[in-house]
Nanobody, 121 residues
Framework: QVQLVEAGGGLVQAGGSLRLSCAAS????????MGWFRQAPGKEREFVAT??????????ESADSVKGRFTVSRDNAGNTVYLQMNSLKPEDTAVYYC????????????WGQGTQVTVSS
């Protein structure tokens, strides 16, 4: 069975940094798209960043709201994805979720339980 486990969330002051990790198990994820999403209270879940296999390397994309502050990366096997979050703002406060999509499939079929990130002003 596929399992995604996030770690690294916590409480941090504005301007600080956190590094989230997502470890996937139960399959081979080297060709999977691995993405980060977040959901704040009263808001819909939104895209944060993604890592996608490009036939020899992993691309990295991020939402405009976090561009220049957040960086997504992947280990060599592709089973662990990271989200380095710098210059955190109070509006970054949310539950952060890791998700995975099979190769050439657009839908994210696998989701982690989420990790809380709280940024104080």
């Amino acid at each position: 069975q596929v399992q995604l486990v996030e770690a690294g969330g916590g409480l941090v002051q504005a301007g600080g940094s956190l590094r989230l990790s997502c470890a996937a198990s139960g399959g081979s994820f080297s060709l999977y798209t691995m993405g980060w999403f977040r959901q704040a209270p009263g808001k819909e879940r939104e895209f944060v960043a993604t890592s996608r296999w490009r036939g020899g390397w992993y691309s990295a994309e991020s939402a405009d709201s976090v561009k220049g502050r957040f960086t997504v990366s992947r280990d060599n096997a592709g089973n662990t994805v990271y989200l380095q979050m710098n210059s955190l703002k109070p509006e970054d406060t949310a539950v952060y979720y890791c998700a995975a999509a099979r190769f050439m499939i657009s839908e994210y079929n696998y989701w982690g339980q989420g990790t809380q990130v709280t940024v104080s002003s």
